[in-house]
């Protein structure tokens, strides 16, 4: 099966080859952990972890690492030279004027006025959320998530290499890249130095204009000993550049040169511009990733989504009801933050949420009819298989989802006469979708009353089990009434008791 991508270097959809043979090596752009991650995000993380999931089951190994940004991300980052304010300094004054970052439990971050901390709890936030959403590369080892703030020695080894390669420059406590020593700048963005030239002054003060060998010349390094997270440097004690952190730690984890690179539209430029020139210019090398790929943005019911506007929803405020009035199952809104294009302008709607809640009822239970017909036992099917030859082909169609869900709603509507082979033709294609879990999501824990200790949702379930077992039918009872009102749905299944959450 030939694959095809779209390629926002070449402007042009490709033909897909890893660099190994059997495995992929891809490097996605995560949160930066000053608040919880909003629908958009995940939109765009998801986004990756379809491609990931989707060349896994066509024969892939994916070696996916992805970034958590717990430092130098600036509020004004479109010329990045350390404009305006670190977004960790943002949340820390939010937390201290009460606003608790919109959201933060209270009591949750000990100490306000320490940035790690606040870190460490949006960064635990995102994991759960991600895990939730069915976010691969957050089930995996740590090592595939990777944090700014371990990498500042390799950065300022990076930053050491480029300076004797001739591409940056230490000019009053500040590294600066020099864009005009790589010509290739400008080319995944189209922003070439020419166009930069004119539109890029206006928020440089002079003195930093006199001090830049190039307006469009982006920071690596600036001293700076006031800044909340600071290190010490050969430039002066301070902090790095949004920028750098990535080409290190792609560089680290999959190495030169890389297969996939993903990211939001909005990080074309200056953040992917950026992490070409600084990546190529410490390897010498002329590509950094054979492919870049761009998720769109998420609109909320036709607007751009905006605090101000009122539509601005994080993942767990849609999981929560904030959206709808009622909680969504973590399915649902993954169906619905992958079911549209990655390269169309995504609209989230209530009435988009129902209809995904309504699909993924759809696959839940005829996931859960072949269970029955079968104990759970599938047969073994290769990616031959018609059904999931035709949904694997659609989606090496430059991921397209519509037409791969549109080979799976006719034939689950239809005849199943071998449901073992049915159950592992799905089983395959919700290793894609991952929307149709029998099991309970990672985290989901409920304790039972008067018992202190939170219980994952399958061990009472097997405790149910044993209290019929044992005719204990009021023991069996409680455990049923606790599942069903932390919004369970209870049945029995020939592999014993079965909880699934609440769809919608
Ligand atoms: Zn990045």
New binding site residues.
Partial sequence: MEIRFYNTLSHSVELFHPIDANEVRM????PTVYDYAHIGNFRSFLFADLIRRFLEVSGYRVHHVM?I?DVGHMTEDAVADGGGEDKMQVAMRKLKEGKKSGKAQEGAIENPDDPYQIAAYFTKAFLADAKRLGMKVAFEHPQNVLHATAYIDEMLAMIRDLIERGHAYAAQGVVYYSVESFPEYGKLSGNTLDKVQAGSGGRVSEEELATKRHPADFMLWKADPRHIMKWDSPYGQGYPG??I??SVM?RKALGDVIDI?T?GED?IFP??EC?IAQTCGATGNDRFANFWMHARFLMVEGEKMSKSKGNFFTARDILGGKATGRAVHPAVLRFELIKSHYRANMNFTVKGLADSASAVRKLIEFRQSLDEKTGGEAATVDASHPVLKTFLEALSDDLNVSGALGVVFPWIAGDHPDPHESLAVFQEINCVLSVAPIEPFEGDAISLEGEGEELPVNDLCRQMDDARARKDWSAADTIRKTLQDAGYEVRNSPNGTVATRQLA
């Fill in positions: 490097y996605s752009c995560g970034n940004t949004w920028h952190e990535c792609a690179h990211g990080l953040h992917h992490e």
